[in-house]
């Protein structure tokens, strides 16, 4: 290599008088300018992970009394199911910082799954859970996914759906987390294995196992079907906590006969006297998913299981005034947007209560006759004089009996 060579930068051109410094090697040269640049592109596209690591490191990380303080700010009541996921998400994001060591303890990852019936607060206690840790967080349907090679959509598109909250930085994807709804909609249909293909129900349980447990998997970015030339990005799920949530309808026969409730003589009449018929969810076990329909490699893959209790008259009030994100502190911000004072009488609250009791939708139930009820007001009460609104129990009855004559 001439002289001229070796005093000019080989990426960029420039002399050794037209620099800082220029660095010489064996065969060729980098000026300061050309290293700044690649150490740029270094930080973007492999410093990332280093980067993450040292802001998790230095963010303190709240204790379970911490985390289940702020889940009471938004969930009403299902203290069991809150104090489980508390420790639980706490122990992960411990593992997630611990220091490599040669003791030979390595901790593993403790996803979760959360059983009660609809409007419970399942979605709502981990979406909650995300948002306070500030980690990317995505809701996945379970319904929608088949086995690979049938019409549906594949399990990566899980991760696809996380990197796409994480704003595809996959180092921040990686210590996301994962609500899984719907799981019991995947049971098998009977309790042996199946003899034909069961593409969307225990086909999908074999297809979660390695993402639960754990693996390195090819993540199209865009989703998988529709756009197969697509690059692929690798996604470490080691490090991705799965809350898994269903409603399991009928479990509770299955409880029941485990706890042989239904067993005639002495020591069953007993039996019953201690067990809550009302709130069989209480007693379930690992053994009463299997005999759903969960497949034990999935079942062992999700090794704490916690359930929430079902919605009570005095939880359904709470819920809909005392949150700091409740239906009745919507419904005011709303009118106040638009300048109007909303208000509620007492007796009109309890009346929302009872209609929902009788719906047996849970929380849900609240919102769609809250809903409902408002959307007379919310139409006309922007193009008028008002400043005031009070919503009385004769103006609800009023307007859920207009609803019932249409609907009938």
């Known amino acids: 290599m001439s002289k001229k060579s070796n005093t000019r930068c ?25 290293l700044r640049q690649g150490m740029l592109v270094l930080n973007e596209h492999q410093g990332s992970a280093t980067v993450q690591n040292a802001a998790v490191a230095e963010t303190p990380l709240p204790k379970p009394m911490d985390i289940k303080a702020h889940l ?41 799954i959360m059983v009660g019936s609809t409007g419970t607060g399942k979605t709502l206690l981990a979406r909650t859970i995300a948002k306070m840790l500030d980690v990317p967080f995505t809701i996945v349907d379970a319904t929608v996914f088949t086995e690979a090679g049938y019409v549906g959509e594949d399990v990566e ?25 719907e799981i ?21 349980q074999q297809a979660l196992l390695k993402l639960l447990e754990g693996s390195s998997v090819n993540v199209p970015p865009k989703g998988g079907r529709k756009h197969p030339d ?14 898994c949530g269903g409603a399991f309808d009928g479990i ?30 209480k007693y379930i076990q690992p053994q009463d998913l299997k005999s759903f329909g969960l497949i034990p490699e999935l ?42 004072e909303l208000s509620f009488e007492e007796d009109a609250l309890d009346y929302i209560v ?15 006759i809250v809903e409902d009820v408002m959307q007379e007001a919310q139409f006309d009460a922007p193009s008028s004089d008002k400043t005031k609104l009070v919503i009385t129990k004769e103006y609800i009855m009023d307007r859920l009996a207009r609803s019932e004559r249409l609907a009938s």
């Open 354 to 368: 009872d209609k929902a009791m009788e719906f047996k939708l849970g929380a849900r139930g609240l919102r769609s």
């Open 299 to 340: 079942i062992g893959r999700l090794p704490v299981l916690t359930h929430l209790d079902p919605l009570d008259r005095k939880a359904l009030r709470s819920i809909l005034t005392e949150p700091k994100n409740s239906l009745i502190r919507q419904q005011k911000k709303l009118f106040k947007m638009d300048g109007i």
């Open 184 to 204: 019991d909609k995947v049971a098998r249909k009977g309790d042996n294995p199946s003899i034909t293909r069961d593409v969307s129900g225990e086909g999908v």
């Open 252 to 281: 509770e026969r299955k409880i029941a006969q485990r706890l042989n409730t239904h067993v005639v003589g002495y020591n069953s009449v007993q039996n019953v006297k201690r067990i809550d018929q009302k709130d069989m969810m």
């Open 230 to 243: 697509q690059d692929y990005v690798k996604l470490d799920t080691s490090n991705i906590l799965f809350i």
């Open 157 to 181: 598109s899980i991760l696809s759906r996380l990197l796409q909250a994480a704003d595809y930085n996959v180092a921040a994807a990686e210590r996301g987390i994962v609500f899984i709804d």
């Open 72 to 112: 009471d700010q938004y969930v009403i009541g299902q203290d069991e199911a809150k104090r489980t996921l508390a420790v639980a998400v706490y122990n992960h994001y411990k593992r997630l910082r611990q220091k490599v060591e040669d003791d030979g303890v390595e901790l593993e990852k403790s996803n979760i």
């Open 10 to 34: 080989s990426f960029c051109g420039r002399s050794d008088r037209d620099v800082n410094l220029l660095l010489t090697g064996l065969d060729a040269c980098i000026c300061d300018e050309c």
